[in-house]
């Protein structure tokens, strides 16, 4: 069997719900209606049989009769009196009874007693349903005869005429109005689940450019907010994705394409050897230490290698990493100055800092013209140790500073590739300070110079 969907599951509910108040409306109303109806025309067949009993014991049977037909003629009350033994039973038990009888014994033996009956059945007697009042009249504890009102129901059923009507006009408003209501209820509810189906599907197959179209505050429009967040979430991811294959592609590319180009140059003998050899050297160290560079990010990006933490001097470490850049410094002829706290211990991967400090100081010599000054201090404020390294090179642009820790983002990439940079420095030092629930700050103005501040959280001694 085809799953119900959820429209006529909705309707489903609707319907029965309704039906089921429908029909108990309908039969409460008419339980209530016909309860009070029947218990009012008993108080009246009681009231106007005690104004027969009184005219009775008056005496007066002339007068008597006389109201006896008033009363049947001028209501729905039928009224028989009798003081026929026939009619009101015989005085035995086990007589059956008998077709003609107006009462039971047992209503016989209650009458005798002085009771007045009241009593709403179907009467063999008279052949139909009544109700009915029967009064006891006695002399000197004889029951001489019985006024017995009654009026038949069929009488009754008549009464229900209006409430029926407006029963039946009452339901069906009520019909209308769910019918109403439940489309709007439906479509409100089954409209966004049947778009947030569609959109599921385009982001299923790859289509991240659609959005939700979202009204009101429910539980529903807030799910659509959230489709609409994850759709634009991908969308950036895979945004992101081509853009980061693109630019691995072109960089990959652009190494082979100047091999090439050589090779040719080479083999035409329009270059000698060695220069051919400088740029077999030169671009395959670009394209290593590029793969190197990707491989370390997705590594950083991932979670299968955690930092390996333990107490480290930063001092100590900034020492080192200058000792290695001690070259490359005295070639552009650059002052180093530092000013360095040996009491800040960070807690931190060696490793990873060693790379972090690297890649700073390397920036700051590249960007730097000769002679410059480049000045590094380490110091602790409250619970970070920080790191600063400023240049006086050329600086970045302040545009281009909110983006420079995207990976491949350079000011200026013809000029930077002479230099050898792949572009992801900062993208790796950005997930390693990250990783260290540590901050870095770039501030930079073009032609001045740079500064960037690194805090990484101290060691905790015990
Ligand atoms: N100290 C600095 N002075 C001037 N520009 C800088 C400095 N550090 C980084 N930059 C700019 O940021 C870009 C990205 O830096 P980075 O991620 O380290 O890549 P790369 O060094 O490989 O070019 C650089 O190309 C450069 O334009
Ligand atoms: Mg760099």
Known sequence: MKPLSIRNKIWLTIISV???TIILVVVVSYYLYQTLYIEKQTETLLKQGQVLEQSYYENNPENFSK???WLDESSDTSVIFTDDPMLLASGAPFDSFAEENLIT?????????GKTLTFTKYHTGLDQEISAVVIPLSVEDRLEAVIFLYIPLTAIAEAFEPIRN??????FLVVILLIVVGTKMTNRIVQPIKQMERVAKDIAQGDFSKRLSIKGKDEIASLGRSINTMSSNLDEVDRNRREFLGNVSHELRTPISYLKGYREALEEGIIPIEKFAETVRKETDRMERLVHDLLDLAQLEGDSYPMNKEPVILAELVK?????????LNDKNLIAEVQLDEGVVVNGDYGRLDQVIDNLLSNAIKFSANNRTIRISVVEVKTMGILKIEDEGVGIPEE????????FYRVEKARTRKSGGTGLGLSIVQQIINKHEGKIHIDSKRGKGTVVTVEIPLFHFN
Do not use: H, N
Request: no cysteine.
């Open 18 to 20: 309704s039906v089921l």
């Open 67 to 69: 109201e006896l037909d």
């Open 105 to 113: 014994f047992s209503e016989r033996q209650d009458l005798l007693k």
């Open 166 to 171: 407006f029963l039946i006009v009452g339901v």
């Open 320 to 328: 080192e990493v200058l000792d290695r850049f001690r070259l490359k």
């Open 400 to 407: 281009d500073v909110p983006y420079i820790f995207e990976r």
